[in-house]
């Protein structure tokens, strides 16, 4: 096989991205790579990594499993993704938006490297600790989560591990114990509380923050994801956050201007259906925009009267 394409065959089971060492396997010198490189078939990530242009390939999911990757590369074997890349990896929802940034664990003898674009952590992590995903090394959920909430504000923090339980990445019984682990810790105090705040029933960091603005406001929902039943004792829907005194259900609206036209007609039938077999029930619909105002949120869920 020709060396160039037995190189290309290891870089699209990597991501797109191969490393230096795994070049002169595959018999490219110097001279090759330097003209792959001069014609942009190659680009250089970091010394040493190579990214093939062939396979990059759109989307913000493969961005991030091809930067993983280089930076596992860059760093070796002893490097695993953790903190907020490790989230990302776990599909955890709640953090801001990617901004490239990759976050890394090294063994402390390695605390002077600094690589581009890698955020290098040097926490003590038990070899149970981190696992192997999609060829990709990261710390195991529970772990990931108590680095990354020594890192984020208590929104997110809430978020994650909503997102967390809910995806059944770990169980509400673990979360005692986890918090209890991250003792010592710089942050560990403030992120303390936050455990105590989680709720795997959240579908969404949507729901979850509007949940957290309604608790602290004083009118926590009194149930999340309410079965609504008709006359026959049939399941007609579930409810995002609902107020029994008030029987009013709020519905978590995530959805963008762009939605498919059969997925409004959808829930509109199901909303009809729900008021028709619950005439006394109010629905309120916040989206992600309302976040920016929480006392209106506030403001409309106190304006319903307890009945």
């Known amino acids: 096989m020709d060396p160039i394409q037995r190189a290309h065959d290891i870089a699209s089971g990597q991501y797109g991205v191969l490393s230096s060492a795994q070049v002169r396997r595959c018999g490219l010198g110097r001279r090759e790579v330097r003209g792959l490189l001069r014609r942009d078939t190659w680009r250089c990530v970091h010394q040493g990594v190579y990214r093939v242009r062939d396979h990059e390939f759109p989307g913000l999911r493969h961005r991030l499993l091809s930067a993983v990757m280089a930076a596992q590369l860059a760093l070796g074997a002893a490097a695993f993704a953790s903190a907020e890349t490790a989230a990302r990896l776990w599909d955890m929802q709640g953090l801001p938006l990617w901004d490239g940034a990759v976050h890394m664990t090294i063994p402390a003898a390695g605390t002077q490297r600094k690589v581009a674009g890698i955020s290098l952590h040097t926490w003590a992590t038990e070899r149970s600790e981190t696992t192997t995903r999609g060829g990709l090394r990261l710390t195991v959920p529970g772990r990931t989560l108590r680095d990354v909430l020594l890192r984020v504000d208590r929104t997110a923090a809430v978020c994650l591990l909503d997102s967390a339980l809910n995806r059944g990445l770990l169980d509400t019984a673990e979360l005692s114990r986890l918090a209890a682990a991250n003792a010592g810790r710089p942050g560990c105090a403030r992120s303390l509380p936050w455990w ?112």
Request: proline residues 8%.
């Open 196 to 307: 105590r705040l989680a709720d795997g029933r959240a579908q969404s960091p949507l729901e979850t923050r509007i949940r957290l603005i309604c608790a602290d406001g004083g009118i926590p929902p009194d149930d999340l994801q309410h079965p609504f039943y008709d006359a026959q004792g049939r399941l007609i829907g579930v409810g995002d956050l609902w107020w029994q005194g008030r029987r009013l259900l709020v519905e978590a609206d995530g959805r963008g201007p762009h939605e498919l036209p059969e997925a409004l007609l959808y829930d509109r039938r199901r909303q009809n259906a729900l008021e028709l077999a619950c005439p006394d029930l109010r629905i309120i619909r916040f989206t992600w925009a309302d976040l920016r105002f929480p006392s209106y949120i506030l403001t409309t869920v106190r304006g319903v009267p307890v009945r």
